[in-house]
């Protein structure tokens, strides 16, 4: 085997492991996700409610159902062994069917900062009229005696979009404190494949599959070009010998 030969071999391996590796960059990337908060109350300066069992806890809100993952409460626990679990379910308003619920236990509870509960990511086919329909953000506890009470951390009415109600009840001059959490993932800000793939059946709901679809799509061309650059270059040219006859 001549070097020609050696290095033709050597390039188009090389050649491979990039396109591989930069497949296995553009899956992961597809995969990889993290919170985002669209829709918050930000003011957390006194307990807004004290919660345990037979007693709810719950705030009316307005946000875009699509991709939410989860719910970021600001929870106390003061008892010294705490007992009993916290569930959080959304539904529609006047209706009786959860569209979601989360649930901890009273022990998982962070006595320094916010506690976040999570679920099945919501699309919007989930509700039942317009997705911008007021949603309600419940509170209830199980084997939480009064005794071990929770706070349930909020502010002043800043939240303009709904309004606090405890055991229905509204509370017209409070908000709980809450961050509404969604799923994002990091190829979405170069290309929407989240939304591209709603809805759609089989693989062809799958986000991944078009970040694939678009770097095959690159590397073809990218190919294709190269192939038509050294064809090109290796063309012999038709010489053209002029003389002249005396």
Do not use: C
Not at 54 to 78: C, K
């Amino acid at each position: 085997m001549d070097n020609s030969a050696i290095m033709w071999l050597f390039y188009r391996s090389l050649l491979l492991l990039v396109v591989f590796v930069g497949a296995g960059t553009t899956l992961w990337l597809a995969t990889l996700s993290d919170d985002q908060v669209q829709t918050q109350q930000l003011e957390r300066n006194w307990p807004a409610a004290t919660l345990y069992d037979q007693h709810q806890t719950a705030q009316l809100l307005r946000f875009e159902p699509t991709d939410v993952i989860g719910i970021r409460l600001w929870l106390l626990n003061h008892a010294d062994n705490p007992e009993g679990t916290i569930f959080v379910r959304l539904r529609p308003l006047n209706q009786d069917e959860d569209i979601a619920v989360a649930q901890r236990s009273v022990t998982e509870l962070s006595p320094q900062s916010a506690t976040s509960f999570y679920f099945t990511p919501l699309q919007s086919e989930t509700l039942i009229g317009n997705p911008a329909d007021v949603i309600e953000l419940r509170i209830e506890t199980e084997g939480v005696s009064p005794l071990q009470a929770i706070s349930i951390i909020g502010g002043g009415n800043r939240y303009g979009q709904g309004v606090m109600i405890h055991d229905g009840v509204q509370i017209a001059r409070a908000d709980l404190a809450f961050d509404v959490l969604y799923e994002t993932r990091w190829m979405d800000r170069v290309l929407p494949i989240t939304n591209i793939a709603r809805s759609r059946p089989g693989i062809f709901g799958w986000p991944p599959f078009y970040a694939l679809l678009v770097y095959s799509l690159i590397i073809t061309i990218g190919y294709l070009s190269i192939k038509i650059i050294i064809a090109n270059y290796s063309a012999d040219p038709i010489p053209h010998n002029h003389t002249k006859q005396n």
